[in-house]
């Protein structure tokens, strides 16, 4: 046997029980990959009440949004952040975190409710940790382990990765030119025929997706690959929006974090001395009216801050700006926005967010292909596997 057989046959065995060994995992990791391109869609179909506004005009004050939702809230929930509509006729949106309530990790429970924009009436309420769309973020991030899931994605994106690279090598004709290779005809099966071609095709995105979501899994290493220094300060994630990979991605891009330095969770302020009418009215007069995104409320810690993220024209991220509860102050935000230029980066091309229609559409057909790549391969294995005892069996026989 020459070295080039040798070593495609070890390509072969290392992508055949990839395939095999992780089949399991995939099919669910891929499929509610797919799903999550079209999450925003998706909640417009299944909770259509909370968009349905009666115009785009912002006609009240931060004040009165707020109060309409703690209303709503019932005295479950204390006000964390408030969102404006990112698109016309999205309703606003109002954040508050559960009191007494914690998910995994310690990580506060939220409450969320739809506002309609002229009329300040409040279109739904609901823990949106609870809904579908968080528990697809849950499968996708973290398949549903506790403590290491996330880890155990990030290496399941290596070996997708490795896949896709032993699935090249095996694709590439040994004989004859590549033009011919891409005819569908490969083999006298049809499922073979089926699994090289849709794995040629989706063999480039598939691997970029996969580097992607090992970024993502592992921040800290992949930062210190990159060179790449965390540009936010230590504080908790703002209400609404968990910093790690497949949890509530779907809330407002670059959200400010919290106030204060009273640890990634700390609670809000009980009582403040500025009101979000005066924090929005002193942020849009030094972003010199840039429009308003969110702002949240300060957090218990050292010196505590409302966050304004503002929009600026010409700016692709938003800024955010810190005004100080105490003194109203107003400071640029140490975190800048959310993370450091990479991890942004990497984290749009693996959701798609921002991309545009024909990536979305890559992502979603690099989800379906692998839950068909999966099961063919496995029955193509289990074939092989049926005609070699069979073999085997006629030979003792004879």
Same mark, same amino acid.
């Given at each position: ?82 969102? $404006? !509509? ?7 949106? =109002? ?5 007494? &309530?914690? *998910?995994?990790? @310690? #990580? ?109 899994? $592992? !921040? ?7 060179? =790449? ?5 230590? &504080?908790? *994630?703002?209400? @609404? #929006? ?119 559409? =890559? ?36």
């Amino acid at each position: 046997m020459t070295l080039s057989s040798r070593l495609r046959r070890l390509w072969l065995d290392v992508h055949l029980w990839i395939g095999v060994g992780l089949l399991i995992a995939i099919i669910p990791l891929s499929a509610s990959g797919a799903i999550l391109v079209w999450k925003d869609g998706l909640d417009r179909i299944t909770h259509a009440e909370r968009y349905a506004t009666s115009g785009d005009r912002i006609a009240l004050s931060p004040a009165a949004y707020v109060g309409a939702a703690e209303a709503a809230f019932e005295g479950k929930a204390d006000f964390t952040q408030l969102r $404006f !509509p990112e698109e016309p006729g999205d309703p606003v949106v =109002v954040v508050g975190r559960l009191k007494g &309530e914690t *998910a995994a990790g @310690g #990580r506060p429970r939220n409450l969320n409710a739809w506002i309609d924009p002229p009329t300040g009436r409040v279109l739904g309420v609901a823990d949106t940790s609870r809904s579908f769309t968080q528990w697809l973020h849950r499968v996708h991030g973290s398949l549903l382990i506790p403590e290491v899931g996330r880890k155990v994605v990030g290496w399941i994106g290596w070996a997708m990765f490795i896949s896709c690279a032993t699935g090249l090598w095996l694709w590439w004709p040994r004989n004859g030119p590549i033009l011919k290779a891409l005819r569908w005809r490969r083999g006298p099966s049809t499922l073979f025929n089926l699994h090289h071609m849709i794995g040629f095709w989706i063999c480039l995105p598939l691997a970029v997706l996969s580097l992607t979501g090992v970024y993502i899994s $592992f !921040p800290q290493t992949s930062r210190a690959v990159f060179g =790449v220094q965390q540009q936010q300060s230590p &504080e908790r *994630a703002p209400a @609404g #929006r968990p910093e790690t990979k497949g949890e509530e991605k779907g809330e407002k891009k670059g959200a400010p974090r919290g106030g204060g330095a009273g640890g990634r969770f700390a609670p809000p302020l009980e009582t403040t001395r500025l009101t979000i009418d005066d924090a929005v009215r002193t942020a849009s007069v030094s972003a010199d009216g840039a429009r308003i995104v969110s702002v949240s409320a300060p957090t218990v810690g050292r010196d505590p801050a409302w966050r304004v993220q503002v929009e600026r024209v010409g700016q692709t991220t938003p800024a955010t700006l810190q005004v100080v509860d105490e003194s109203g102050e107003v400071k640029a935000d140490r975190g800048g926005g959310g993370g450091d230029p990479i991890s942004r980066w990497m984290r749009n091309i693996h959701d798609g967010g921002d991309t545009g229609l024909i990536w979305q559409t =890559v992502i979603v057909l690099g989800g379906i292909a692998p839950v068909i790549l999966s099961i063919t391969g496995v029955i193509m294995w289990l074939r092989r596997r049926a005609r070699r005892l069979a073999m085997t069996r006629r030979l003792a026989e004879t």
